[in-house]
């Protein structure tokens, strides 16, 4: 009995001692294309997972097909899981603002649709005014000689797209390379941000 207790005494006290399971968070965005933006977001230190999908909308388990339709809300969008004590709302968003037009309101690049239109999705008040903040941060950083015209919504169900739409950017280097140059995008950042645009991945 004596032996049991102490390994019952040791058995808790290493239980206490041990790290806890880190506490994450999840933000959603939408960018336009979603091939196009999770690269960044993989890179980023703090990002423990991302995943493509859908978020805007009503209606249940949207296909690919029926968002390109443009007859829903949805809009493509990446969910992100991260780890609040690497790395903050706040500075997912500065990745965010690095990967869009954010004076763009019918779409994004050459993707042009209600799907395709640029939001920070929110959940609460606290996100809401960290993304009011960082808006106006860029509004007046005069980088852009046009309104900042980016949506901030309230989060809603985000659906996972299909698999072969995860990670295209590796499934497909070379067709993903073509068409992110080709819509204008690569351009448009190296324009914007320039060598500054690395600091976020």
Not at 108 to 121: H, K, L, N
Request: proline fraction near 6%.
């Amino acid at each position: 009995m004596k032996r049991l207790a102490s390994l019952i005494v040791v058995f808790v006290a290493s239980s206490l001692l041990a790290d806890p399971s880190p506490q994450t968070r999840t933000a959603v965005f939408a960018g336009g294309c979603f091939w196009c933006i999770q690269p960044a977001f993989d890179k980023a230190p703090g990002v423990i997972k991302t995943v493509v999908g859908y978020c805007g909308g009503t209606e249940p388990n949207p296909t690919y097909e029926l968002v390109g339709s443009e007859k829903t809300n949805y809009r493509e969008s990446i969910e992100i899981t991260y780890d609040p004590a690497k790395i903050t709302f706040d500075q997912l968003l500065d990745t965010y603002w690095r990967q869009i037009n954010p004076t763009q309101s019918d779409g994004q690049f050459t993707d042009i649709g209600p799907s395709y239109r640029a939001a920070i999705f929110v959940r609460n008040d606290e996100e809401r005014k960290i993304a009011e903040a960082s808006k106006a941060k860029l509004a007046a950083s005069d980088r852009f000689d046009k309104p900042i015209v980016t949506e901030i919504l309230p989060t809603m169900k985000f659906w996972p797209a299909e698999d072969y739409h995860q990670k295209y950017y590796r499934q497909n280097p070379t067709e993903f390379e073509m068409f992110e140059v080709g819509s204008g995008r690569k351009i448009f950042e190296k324009k914007k941000w320039g060598d500054t645009k690395s600091e976020s991945r």
